[in-house]
């Protein structure tokens, strides 16, 4: 079962972060007056510059949730693509086992 992550920071309050950061404040300063680390500051603005499209060498957070959504989709049909193989495999040779018919003549 996958983790869940519970989001120790609220949407606002990385916002703030981010514009203070976009103001001139550095992610280093940020977190010896805030508690998130530095790099989860510039984590934060790196995806808020993506979302707004200042980014294109990271995924925005919709790519991101298509993304996560497709590979779980993968995951399904290549388990169903197993499932399917195997119940062929054993009614193949189910089907060689059974004693054929005389045509009666």
């Known amino acids: 079962m996958p983790r869940s992550r519970v989001v120790p920071y609220p949407p606002e309050f990385r916002q703030k972060m981010v514009e203070l950061v976009h103001s001139g404040r550095s992610p280093d300063?940020?977190?010896?007056?805030?508690?998130?680390?530095?790099?989860?500051?510039?984590n934060w603005v790196k995806r808020a510059e993506a979302d707004g499209g200042k980014r294109r060498d990271v995924l925005t957070s919709t790519e991101r949730e298509?993304?996560?959504k497709l590979r779980r989709e993968l995951r399904q049909v290549k388990?169903?693509?197993?499932?399917?193989?195997?119940a062929t495999t054993w009614f193949a040779r189910e089907a060689d086992t059974n004693p054929k018919k005389s045509s009666g003549s």
């Open 79 to 86: 388990l169903e693509r197993e499932i399917l193989a195997k």
């Open 29 to 42: 300063a940020l977190a010896k007056e805030f508690e998130p680390s530095a790099q989860t500051i510039r």
């Open 66 to 68: 298509e993304l996560v």
